[in-house]
């Protein structure tokens, strides 16, 4: 095998020639764990029923079930398994996009500070309110302000260089990690701190059916808006100058990116707190399975993500009788998956 046919199968993936039965599969995996996660739990509840009750809004057929298995399906579940669906394929998309702007297959979501800075809005919001609502609004606000303020120190000459970026995200991110420890320091260890760290460490349990009509549409336009630019993430990871060499307005793509994935990171955070892991482990899998082209790559991601994270949930909610945090899963989840892909993994980032 001569070495430009060995460079050829480290660049494509498992499935590089079967991409359309690949996206296939994945879409029906997508569904059958968002069903799988609506039946199980500590009321098991068939697959007629679950779709009966979601479609008795626009069918009207005769009710078949109780009142508490309504409010189980509608109430509770349904909620989680959107939330998961939408934050699942939302950080892995931005693992994805990120990684091809910044040409580092070790970045992820959380690179520019935003989920620092979403932590500590939460975290300051703990302390001073009560109220949900409060809550999310500065957790999301926060995480705005994090990643503005990075770009703002990253900028020179009205040119953003990507280590510039890189070095800020960490500065900044450093800055609000410090601020939220200093929040649990001082909050009430009784009743304060015990919230501020559930928070952090993550749970799907937060989600509820207004969280989805808010914030659900501002991730899946930012998701939709990554996937219509995606060929041109290929060309920002060629390298600045060879991406304007070929007529691409590269401080346009990376405000585009940059704005986009804070948008879906700052909802995912207010929505279900800090998950770990997805945005950095699942396009490392997508590209064992597709190739290093974001234009196969970023659609898979997204489904992929949202697999992941709907399952990780169903683990966490059904495991054992108090539900485990969803961050603590996909470390826990994630780290040993990481250390195997780096292991076993042939495939160029």
């Known amino acids: 095998m001569s070495i430009d046919e060995r460079h050829d199968r480290k660049s494509s993936g498992l499935f590089a020639d079967n991409i359309p039965v690949l996206i296939v599969v994945l879409i029906a995996l ?16 068939d697959p007629g029923t679950i779709f009966s009750i979601i479609l008795h809004p626009i069918i009207h057929s005769e009710k078949t079930w109780t009142p508490t298995v ?9 909620p989680r398994v959107i939330a998961g669906l939408l934050v699942g394929s939302g950080l892995a998309i931005c693992g994805a996009a990120y990684q091809g702007l910044f040409r580092n297959p070790l970045v992820s979501s959380e690179i520019l500070g935003v989920s620092s800075g979403a932590g500590f809005g939460a975290a300051i919001a703990i302390i001073l309110s009560e109220l949900m609502l409060v809550i999310q609004v ?65 749970s799907l349990n937060h989600a509820t ?36 060499a070929l007529g691409v307005n590269t401080e346009h793509i990376k405000i585009i990116i940059i704005l986009t994935t804070t948008l879906i990171t700052a909802a995912s955070v207010t929505m279900c707190g800090l998950v770990g892991w997805i945005g950095l482990v699942i396009p ?27 399952m990780v949930d169903t683990i966490a909610r059904t495991l054992t009788s108090a539900e485990i945090p969803i961050g603590l899963l996909t470390a826990a989840i994630g780290a040993p998956l990481f250390a195997i892909l780096i292991r076993v993994s042939r495939i160029g980032w």
Not at 232 to 238: A, C, E, G, K, T
Request: one cysteine or more; charged letters at 10%.
């Open 30 to 45: 997508t569904i059958g764990s968002a069903v799988l996660s609506l039946m199980i739990g500590r009321y098991w509840i």
């Open 70 to 78: 309504e409010t189980v399906i509608m109430d509770v579940r349904l």
């Open 138 to 202: 500065s957790s999301f606000i926060f995480g705005l302000i994090a990643v503005g303020l990075t770009y703002w120190i990253a900028r020179v000459n009205r040119q953003t260089p990507i280590l510039m970026l890189i070095l800020s995200g960490i500065v900044v991110g450093s800055l609000f990690t410090a601020m939220t420890s200093i929040c649990k320091y001082v909050a009430d260890p009784m009743n304060k701190m015990p919230t501020i760290i559930f928070w952090l460490l993550g």
């Open 209 to 244: 059916g207004y969280d989805i009509l808010v914030l659900g549409p501002v991730i899946f336009i930012c998701i939709i808006l990554l996937l219509l630019i995606r060929w041109r993430i290929n060309l920002i990871s060629m390298g600045d100058e060879d991406a304007k």
């Open 284 to 310: 490392h899998i997508g590209r064992i399975l597709v190739g290093p082209d974001n234009r196969h790559l970023l659609p898979v991601t997204v489904l992929i993500g949202a697999i992941f994270l709907v």
